[in-house]
């Protein structure tokens, strides 16, 4: 496990700086510098930028946005904001030093947990780590400044399974929530960003991060939702069938592309229906943000390398 001194200063600030802006904001940029990233490495051959500022202490999300979560956590827990759920108020403009010191150590931790993620063998290369690291992270900071447990219960006092179905009071993103909206939106966003994946790979076959368009323009959609306007949270589903589609046209060279495209959107089905079920699982009744995207990103990046590793080449 690799870990350097200016990795942990950088994440430190890169944490701090995810405070500031507050964690969607923090997110936001990542999926700039993500966009910035593909453009240099098809440009250019090279991945730097996409590896050090993208992913890396400036922007990666399991430094960035995850110190913005915890952030808001232990603002909420202090009494300075309403909800540890505001993933949206840049908390700079709380004037408390000690909330974005907390970012700051945060981001460390999130640097540190990917770093031993990322060593962890054969599961350390077949996952996504930054986004383990960020629910990682989150489920840290629940348990710190959190009051709800990790799954929470319903305000009605509901038990059971029906426990886990939204209601006006439960919920993360109700225009998404409904299982064949889910299926509908993966299916078709997934389908543009794996073809997108393919199309690129084609291109530009040294440039392997190309795959990330899809992941960067979801991530910048975001903003809007800091604006009131409900666009969708898509980047687990773009990311997991780029990374699914890239996976399967590199293995099988020969194949025809339209193979690639349908393991990319199937696989942005099925994680749309998984995000939507860790939302259920311990978003929509806790008292702090543990992000259903990245909750879903790690593990189906997991199923979508291995059932590819499966079959020979």
């Known amino acids: 496990m690799h870990i350097d001194v200016s990795g942990l200063v950088g994440a430190a600030a890169g944490g701090f700086l995810g405070a500031t802006f507050g964690a969607l904001v923090a997110f936001v940029f990542t999926g700039i510098a993500v966009l910035i990233g593909v453009a240099v490495l098809m440009g250019s051959g090279n991945s730097a930028f996409l590896d050090t500022v993208a992913f890396g202490p400036v922007f990666g999300p399991h430094i960035s946005f995850a110190a913005g979560v915890a952030a808001v956590a232990y603002a909420h827990r202090r009494g300075f904001v309403a909800s540890g759920r505001d993933i949206v108020t840049p908390l700079v403009s709380?004037?408390?030093?000690?909330?974005?010191?907390?970012?700051?150590?945060?981001?460390?931790?999130?640097?540190?947990?990917?770093?031993?993620?990322?060593?962890?063998?054969?599961?350390?290369?077949?996952?996504?780590?930054?986004?383990l690291a960020v629910v990682a992270s989150a489920v840290l900071a629940r348990l710190a400044f959190g009051r709800s447990g990790l799954v929470g219960a319903h305000a009605d006092g509901v038990t059971g399974w029906a426990r886990f179905v939204p209601d006006a009071r439960h919920v993360w993103l109700s225009y998404q929530q409904k299982?064949?909206?889910?299926?509908?939106?993966?299916?078709?966003?997934?389908?543009?960003?794996?073809?997108?994946?393919?199309?690129?790979?084609?291109?530009?076959?040294?440039?392997?991060g190309a795959i990330y368009l899809g992941f960067g323009v979801s991530a910048v959609s975001l903003l809007f939702l800091a604006f009131g306007v409900e666009v969708p949270a898509t980047h687990h589903i773009t990311l997991v069938s780029a990374v699914a589609a890239g996976a399967v046209v590199t293995k099988f060279s020969t194949a025809d592309p339209l193979v690639g495209l349908a393991v990319g959107a199937a696989a942005g089905g099925a994680t749309a229906l998984v995000g939507e079920a860790f939302s259920r699982f311990w978003l929509i009744r806790g008292d702090t943000h543990i992000d259903p995207p990245a909750s879903a990103i790690w593990p189906m990046t997991t199923v979508a390398l291995a059932a590819v590793a499966l079959f020979p080449a």
């Open 179 to 208: 299982p064949g909206m889910a299926i509908v939106l993966g299916l078709f966003v997934g389908g543009l960003s794996a073809w997108a994946a393919v199309s690129l790979l084609a291109a530009y076959p040294h440039a392997s």
């Open 94 to 131: 709380l004037a408390r030093p000690s909330v974005l010191l907390v970012g700051s150590g945060f981001g460390v931790l999130g640097y540190l947990g990917e770093r031993l993620f990322s060593a962890v063998p054969w599961f350390g290369a077949n996952t996504n780590t930054a986004a």
